[in-house]
C-alpha cells in the first residue's frame, strides 16, 4: 500500500492511498457489504453510480456463509462480487462478540456459536488473517478484544493488554506469510482500544506504532458512550498515532461525527447508518434527515433533496418514493439507498474539497448553519 499525505488544515487531512485495486484520496466513507454486497445494490450501482473506490466486507459473516475456501477458489472477493476496486475486510471480532450470546474471550482467541446453526468456531489472531488472505482483501483488520462501554477499568486494561498480544502475533504471522510469498499484495490494520480511559488509549496507541502495521484503527468507540466523549477520546488519541499512516475510526457514524472527526484527524470511516435508514424510510440531505412514510409527501413532486445530484434526486419525486415506501416496493430499497450513500460519499468529497482550500472551519460552519 501507498499513503501519502498531500495536505492538511490544522488536524484535517486529505491522504492519497493505492493499494492493489485502487486509488482513493481520503477523507474516505466506505459503503458497508456485510455479506460481500452492500444492501440493496450489486457491483454495478457501486462503479457506475456511486463511483464507490473502497468497500467494506465482514469476516465473520463470510467466514460462515459461503465459507472463505469458496471465495477463495472463485477469485477472491473481486471476481466474487465483481467490484474490481478496494476492499478493507474486519477481523469478525465485533459480530462474533455481538451476535454471539454465548461468545468467550480467551487468552487466544474467542470461542462463539454461529447465530446461523450454532456450531462452534474459535478466532485466533492468526485464523482471522488466513481467513482474510483467502479474501484476497486489499485491507485486513486484526483481531482486538473489543468491550461494551461503560465497563470496568479493569475489563478495559484486560482488552488493551490482549489487543496488544494479538496484535503483535498478527504483524509476526503477516510478516512470515509476506517472507514466503513475495506475491502477497494485502494490508493489515492495527486497532487501538481502551475504551474512555484515555491513558490506556495512549498506551495502545504506542504499542501498536511501534509495529509495522500498515494502518491504525480506533476501535471501540459508538457501541454506548455519548457522542462528545467518543470525539474527546478521539481528539486525545490522534496526536499518539503516526502521521505517515492512514487513521481509521470503526464504525461511526452520522454525518455529524463524519465531520467532527475529521476536524480531528481520522481518515477512514464505515458505517451501517446510510443503507439501514434508508431500508427504514429515512434520507439524510443537506439540510438534515427526514422519514419519507409521513402524509405531506404524498404529492409532492420535488426531490429529495434539491441540491443533490444523486441517481434518485435526479429522476424521482418524493410523490413516488412515497408512494414505493408504503406499497413496500423493493425498489424503495435501492433508490433509498443510492441516495443515502451519494450523499455520505459526497460529504467526503466536499471535506476533502475544504481542507485542500485551507477553509475547513468555513465548511463546517455552512454544514451546521444549514441543518438549523
Known amino acids: 500500500m501507498e499513503f501519502k499525505l498531500k495536505y492538511k488544515d490544522n488536524n484535517a487531512r486529505v491522504c492519497e492511498i493505492k493499494t492493489a485495486h485502487s486509488s482513493f484520496l481520503t477523507p474516505v466513507f466506505m459503503p458497508?457489504?456485510?455479506a460481500a454486497a452492500v444492501k440493496s445494490l450489486d457491483a454495478c450501482d457501486m462503479r457506475e453510480i456511486l463511483k464507490a473506490k473502497i468497500i467494506l466486507a465482514n469476516t465473520y459473516h463470510l467466514y460462515l456463509r459461503p465459507g472463505?475456501?469458496?471465495?477463495?477458489?472463485?477469485?477472491?472477493?473481486?471476481?466474487?462480487?465483481?467490484?474490481?476496486?478496494s476492499f478493507l475486510t474486519d477481523s469478525g471480532g465485533f459480530q462474533a462478540f455481538s451476535l454471539s450470546e454465548n461468545s468467550k474471550h480467551f487468552e487466544e482467541g474467542i470461542k462463539f456459536k454461529s447465530h446461523i446453526d450454532g456450531s462452534l468456531h474459535l478466532f485466533t489472531p492468526q485464523s482471522v488473517l488466513e481467513t482474510q488472505y483467502d479474501f484476497n482483501s486489499d485491507i485486513c483488520m486484526v483481531l482486538d478484544d473489543l468491550v461494551a462501554l461503560p465497563s470496568s477499568r479493569a475489563r478495559v486494561e484486560l482488552s488493551v493488554k490482549r489487543t496488544i498480544k494479538w496484535a503483535k502475533e498478527a504483524i509476526d504471522f503477516h510478516k512470515l506469510k509476506q517472507n514466503r510469498d513475495e506475491s502477497l499484495t494485502q494490508?493489515?490494520?492495527?486497532?487501538?482500544?481502551?475504551?474512555?480511559?484515555?491513558?490506556?488509549?495512549?498506551?495502545?496507541?504506542?504499542?501498536l506504532c511501534e509495529m509495522d502495521f500498515d494502518g491504525l484503527a480506533i476501535g471501540g468507540l459508538s457501541v454506548g458512550e455519548e457522542n462528545a466523549l467518543m470525539y474527546e477520546v478521539v481528539?486525545?488519541?490522534?496526536?499518539?498515532?503516526?502521521?505517515?499512516?492512514?487513521?481509521?475510526?470503526?464504525?461511526?457514524?452520522?454525518?455529524?461525527?463524519l465531520v467532527e472527526n475529521v476536524e480531528r484527524g481520522v481518515d477512514m470511516f464505515d458505517c451501517v447508518m446510510p443503507t439501514r435508514n434508508a431500508r427504514n424510510g429515512t434520507?439524510?440531505?443537506?439540510?438534515?434527515?427526514?422519514?419519507?412514510?409521513?402524509?405531506?409527501?404524498i404529492n409532492d413532486n420535488e426531490s429529495i433533496d434539491k441540491t443533490c445530484s444523486c441517481y434518485?434526486?435526479?429522476?424521482?419525486?418524493?410523490?413516488?418514493?412515497?408512494?414505493?415506501?408504503k406499497?413496500?416496493?423493493?425498489?424503495?430499497?435501492?433508490?433509498?439507498?443510492?441516495?443515502?450513500?451519494?450523499?455520505?460519499?459526497?460529504?467526503?468529497?466536499?471535506?476533502?474539497?475544504?481542507?485542500?482550500?485551507?477553509?475547513?472551519?468555513?465548511?463546517?460552519?455552512?454544514?451546521?448553519?444549514?441543518?438549523?
Open 327 to 372: 406499497a413496500k416496493e423493493l425498489t424503495f430499497f435501492r433508490l433509498a439507498s443510492l441516495h443515502n450513500l451519494h450523499y455520505y460519499l459526497n460529504l467526503a468529497k466536499q471535506m476533502r474539497e475544504a481542507i485542500i482550500k485551507n477553509q475547513f472551519n468555513e465548511f463546517k460552519r455552512e454544514f451546521y448553519a444549514k441543518r438549523s
Open 283 to 297: 434520507f439524510f440531505t443537506s439540510f438534515g434527515k427526514f422519514n419519507i412514510k409521513k402524509a405531506e409527501f
Open 312 to 325: 434518485t434526486c435526479q429522476n424521482y419525486s418524493r410523490a413516488y418514493l412515497n408512494h414505493l415506501f
Open 32 to 34: 458497508v457489504g456485510t
Open 68 to 85: 472463505s475456501k469458496v471465495i477463495k477458489n472463485l477469485g477472491g472477493l473481486h471476481y466474487f462480487t465483481q467490484f474490481p476496486y
Open 235 to 257: 481528539e486525545n488519541l490522534t496526536p499518539f498515532m503516526d502521521e505517515n499512516r492512514p487513521r481509521y475510526l470503526m464504525g461511526v457514524g452520522t454525518p455529524e461525527d
Open 187 to 207: 494490508n493489515i490494520f492495527g486497532i487501538i482500544q481502551g475504551g474512555t480511559e484515555f491513558d490506556l488509549r495512549k498506551k495502545c496507541a504506542l504499542e
